[in-house]
Structures are given as C-alpha cells and as structure tokens.
T-cell receptor, first 116, second 112 residues
C-alpha cells in the first residue's frame, strides 16, 4: 500500500471490554513499532517487532496489553479488560530496515481509543 | 538515559515571519535527534534528522535545525512561516538504535 494503514480509526469501548487494533505496515518493511499518545502528550514507545520477532515489549503498560505480528507483516495490538486510562491514540509505524538509525519510520494515522 | 525537553508548548507567529521551536536534549553520548511534524488527522512525518554528520541539518518544507553540543540544543527554524506550517512539532531522540523518545510537543500557530 501507499502508507501505513491502521484500523479502526476510532474505537469506543466500554470499560472491561477487549479491543483489537490492526496495523498494516508498508509492504516489505522489516521493522514495526507501536506507540501510545495520550491527549496533549508526545507518543510513548510500546513495542518493537523485527519481522515476526517481538524484540522489545518493555513499553507495554501492563499484562493486559499484548501485541503480535505472526507472519512478519500485519500486526495487532490487543488490550484486554480496557480501563479509562487506556484512552489514547495508538500509533503504528514501520521502517524498511532494522532499527531507526539508517532508515525512516513511517507512521499511520492512528487509532483513537476512547474507553467509557 | 536520553531525553528531550521542548521549551515551549505553544508558539504563535505571523505568516512570513521566522519560526523558532526550541529543544534541549540530555544524553550520555552523541545522540541521534529528529524533528517530526503532526498535522491534524495525519500521521507523524519526519522533518529532518541529525546523526552526527553536519551539525546544520536541512529538512523538508524549508525547515532546518542546528545541533549545538555546547548548549545541548537542537532548535528547529524556518525563515518564513506559511499558514500550512500550523501543526504540532515533536523533538525526538533515539534510544538503543530503534526506540524513539518524544518530547511533549510544541503547537505552532500561524496568524494571517
């Protein structure tokens, strides 16, 4: 595709509901990242995949958050038993090569999650 | 640990006047620094990056930034603001070669 695609663009969930957020990276991109952006703040790192391997999940806020990229392409971020503090924009980014030093990360438009 | 501090949450300029968005960094070694722009309902876009080559870095849309080690700064500038520059700007440092650490952002307002 032309860019990183995320779906849904908007999601309203009742507290306690499970949600799944999808990211379609640019075809052929090795690296995939998830970030969380709270209202009025800068994005914060959640997790990093290199192909299908999850190399860093240190930013996931709790064990209710789970991310996967089983075939090294599409990724899903799942949040179980959503809480109000999970309300944020979830951003996905992909880059052609490993890491970020010698390549550019392209971001999707994000999924805005509102937990009510 | 690396971090960045954006000194202004909001900056307002008139169209055609210079833009200065300030960023200070903290790093135990020579950092790689970026500026990203976020327009409403659009994804974050890379404006420019510094990776220890030339200290004056030119980016897209007429923006540039200068890395000053003595001042631990990486301020973003543009000689003449355009209405389309109105957006949120983030100063970013990279950690462990892949993790982007974002500042809190500066919202640029451009008055006609």
């Amino acid at each position: 595709g032309a860019g990183v695609s995320q779906s849904p663009r908007y999601k309203v969930a009742k507290r306690g509901q499970d949600v799944a957020l999808r990211c379609d990276p640019i075809s052929g991109h090795v690296s995939l990242f998830w970030y969380q952006q709270a209202l009025g703040q800068g994005p914060e790192f959640l997790t990093y995949f290199q192909n299908e391997a999850q190399l860093d999940k240190s930013g996931l806020p709790s064990d209710r958050f789970f991310a996967e990229r089983p075939e090294g392409s599409v990724s899903t971020l799942k949040i179980q038993r959503t809480q109000q503090e999970d309300s944020a924009v979830y951003l996905c980014a992909s880059s052609l090569e490993e890491g970020q030093l010698n390549t550019e990360a392209f971001f999707g438009q994000g999924t805005r999650l509102t937990v009510v | 640990a690396q971090s960045v501090t954006q000194l202004d949450s909001h900056v307002s300029v008139s169209e055609g006047t210079p833009v200065l968005l300030r960023c200070n960094y903290s790093s135990s070694y020579s950092p790689s620094l970026f500026w990203y722009v976020q327009h409403p309902n659009k994804g974050l876009q890379l404006l420019l990056k510094y990776t220890s080559a030339a200290t004056l870095v030119k980016g897209i849309n007429g923006f540039e930034a200068e890395f000053k080690k003595s001042e631990t700064s990486f301020h973003l500038t543009k000689p003449s603001a355009h209405m389309s520059d109105a957006a949120e700007y983030f100063c970013v440092v990279i950690h462990s070669s892949y993790k982007l650490i974002f500042g809190s952002g500066t919202r640029l307002l451009v008055r006609p």
